[in-house]
């Protein structure tokens, strides 16, 4: 082949698998065999190699294609990534235009108005115009490199455009949100329900799950999208103001959101947030707000940053949305500790772009609280989640036929008695047996913030349970392709990746395991301090009450609970189980703790200019010193930021020693 038909040939395959990425990732509907898609995709990649040209950069090639990972790697970011004060009222909005004009010291101030996105914030480096790497935002510092899952949202340049009017930037930092449309999540949850995952609760949720894929080929799949907003370290080129940044990255080739605007009055602006509050209802998009951002860079710069907001922006939040529906029944659902939560059974209305027929009521006191009686017409608001909440009554549609709803004193489930202990507001199912408490349990047990096993959601689980093939988590492990097969035998592929996902889940990390064993009181973060500071299942499960109040955070409630239930004999012999089917979590890296600090105690006050106080916090506990909120005479050291409070009077009266920041991070340099 010369190289011309070589040209011919290359646009061809590129345009070719460009149709089929689409039918199997976006449709999810494949017109080839595997295998016939790999061939083609193979002569590319040889072609490729003999004939490099100018447009291979964004060649189907460079997108997907690279193995799974086991683990993130870490990318820290050039310069960090800011986080944006809040406002809720246009009072705050006003006082924010007031604020930046007096600091500023003049009166016309322009800005630019973008609408906030519900999503994921991503920073991407670009060298010599070409993507680098890519990483989520985690703790503003240091994100997770999710580079191969980036490459896989199509519309994300992986070479910038050359243009004349502005010069590409030998290294430049482009900051945006991943999100997902309202459409897409439904879809993928509808998908997501029938293979027995569990839905994502919001657009939030979605495009973080599918972005911190250690498959990227799991994230091509779902129909992630991306608008750039920011630029963060750069070198080579300067801008004068925010909106030729926009303008700029536009011309690159970025997807910049059309809604962005320029604005050089506040009462403009206000008309603009109330405009975007309505158009909010048809966009394809979740968007919680708008931000607001000041134009000049010069200025943003003058103005800086209060601990990690900077002073020269603003997210002025939409109020949740609102819609009226009628309840047509109240049902019960039993949880994995017995408790019984009131559910609305509601007519389906759309709030937000998303259908719901379903609100928790909580409790019963929730439903006395707000009268809330069955045929009731009600408001009920999301905010964000897709699972909404009843608001209030609508009085004046009361017709006198509404029914009051009375809690059940058996459990819907089992029969069994329920009992309201004192100061609970829960009435609980007594029976440990519960087949709706044990349903619950093996759901959280493979749950995405326990064990996260693929597969296995609410719908297979219960299955599985009924058909009698488990009775406990533990049991998960001793399910066989053949025994699953019996009671669906046209699920083999879904069957074998279950079995996979089950092995794949056999050392998890000790937080996770803990947490996943769905232990009263234990939530994530008890079961991370559980980790960090026992290290091994073994060491949990041996502790007494004592040994467990003596850790910081752990109360007598929550030391009780634990014990109790690993002294319980039906979870001695899970636990016991679960060792012999080679579930074994990963000792928690006990963090040896770096003494340096063993036995200092710090105290914070006023905003710190290089990071916020939890990492600070972090920093300190890392090092094996602790953090207090008061001032007294054991404090070893006071950190004083920007404008602190009392603290510091209080100190410099005790003769404490008092750390400015500069000082600080050398105190805790590594
Ligand atoms: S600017 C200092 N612009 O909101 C600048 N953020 O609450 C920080 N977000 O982490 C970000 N749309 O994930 C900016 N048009 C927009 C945004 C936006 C959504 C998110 C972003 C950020 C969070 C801050």
Not at 583 to 598: F, M, N, R
Request: proline share 5%; net charge neutral; charged share 25%.
């Amino acid at each position: 082949m010369d190289k011309d038909a070589a040209a011919v040939r290359i646009t061809q395959l590129r345009n070719i698998i460009e149709y089929h990425n689409n039918r199997y990732y976006q449709q999810d509907n494949p017109e080839i065999a595997d295998h016939e898609y790999d061939r083609l995709m193979q002569e590319l990649q040889e072609l490729e190699k003999l004939y490099p040209d100018d447009n291979l950069a964004s060649s189907p090639t460079q997108r997907v294609g690279a193995a799974p990972l086991n683990k993130f790697s870490s990318m820290e970011h050039l310069s960090p990534m800011l986080s944006l004060a809040n406002a809720f009222s246009p009072e705050e909005i006003i006082d924010f235009d007031t604020r930046i004009k007096k600091l500023a010291a003049i009166d016309n101030i322009t800005y630019v108005a973008e609408p906030k996105l519900d999503g994921l914030a991503v920073n991407l480096l670009y060298e010599n115009g070409r993507f680098i790497r890519g990483a989520t935002r985690g703790d503003g510092f240091t994100g997770e490199d999710v580079t191969q899952n980036l490459k896989t949202i199509s519309t994300l340049p992986i070479q910038i455009k050359k243009n004349s009017y502005k010069n590409m930037p030998h290294s430049v930092e482009i900051r945006g949100e991943v999100f997902m449309e309202v459409e897409s999540l439904q879809k993928l949850n509808r998908r997501r329900l029938d293979e027995g995952d569990e839905p994502f609760a919001n657009p939030r949720n979605a495009a973080a799950g599918s972005l911190r894929q250690l498959d990227p080929k799991i994230t091509a799949r779902r129909p992630l999208k991306i608008f750039l907003y920011a630029i963060g370290s750069m070198s080579g080129v300067n801008f004068s103001n925010h909106w030729e940044v926009l303008q700029t990255l536009i011309s690159w080739g970025f997807p910049v959101n059309p809604l962005i605007q320029k604005i050089d009055d506040i009462n403009k602006y206000l008309e603009y947030f109330t405009h975007m509050g309505e158009l909010r209802k048809s966009l394809p998009y979740e968007i919680d707000g708008v931000v607001l951002k000041v134009d000049d860079l010069e200025l943003q710069e003058k103005l800086g940053n209060v601990s990690r907001n900077p002073r020269w922006a603003l997210a002025c939040k939409f109020p949740a949305t609102q819609e009226t529906t009628l309840i047509s029944d109240i049902i019960i659902q039993v949880g994995r500790t017995g408790a019984l939560t009131p559910v609305a059974v509601m007519e389906p209305v759309i709030v937000g772009g998303v259908t719901v027929s379903r609100a928790t009521l909580h409790n019963e006191d929730e439903i006395l609280k707000k009268d809330i009686r069955i045929g009731d017409t009600v408001i009920i608001q999301r905010a964000g989640d897709v699972i909404p909440e009843v608001v209030k009554v609508v009085l004046s549609k009361r017709t006198g036929k509404e029914i009051e709803f009375q809690m059940p004193v058996h459990c819907p489930e089992c029969g069994s008695d329920v009992v309201r202990e004192e100061g609970e507001v829960a009435r609980r199912c007594i029976n440990l047996s519960c087949p709706a408490q044990i349903k619950e349990n093996i759901r959280h047990f493979a749950s995405r913030s326990g064990l996260d096993i693929e597969g296995l959601g609410e719908k297979i689980s219960a299955k599985y349970f009924d058909a009698q093939l488990i009775s406990d988590p533990a049991d998960l492990y001793y399910l066989t392709e053949e025994k699953l097969l019996k009671i669906n035998p046209k699920a083999k592929k879904s069957t074998q990746n279950l079995i996979a996902a089950l092995q794949r889940s056999k050392n998890p990390p000790l937080n996770k395991f803990i947490y996943a064993l769905g232990i009263r009181n234990v939530g994530e973060h008890v079961a991370k301090i559980l980790a960090r500071e026992l290290g091994s299942i073994e060491n949990i499960m041996a502790s007494m009450v004592d040994d467990l109040t003596a850790i910081h955070e752990i109360g007598p409630e929550i030391a009780t609970s634990i014990v109790q239930f690993f002294s319980e004999p039906k979870n001695k012999q899970v636990m016991e189980k679960f060792l012999r089917a080679g579930v074994i979590p990963q000792e928690a890296t006990v963090i040896v703790k770096d003494s340096t600090l063993q036995g200092k105690s710090f105290v914070f006050t006023g905003a710190m200019e290089s990071m916020p106080r939890s990492t600070a916090k972090a920093i300190v506990e890392k090092l094996g010193g602790l953090v207090h909120s008061t001032t007294t005479g054991k404090t070893t050291y006071v950190v004083a930021g920007r404008e602190p409070g009392s603290k510091l009077d209080k100190a410099r009266s005790l003769g404490i020693t008092i750390l400015d920041e500069e000082e600080f991070l050398k105190l805790t340099a590594r």
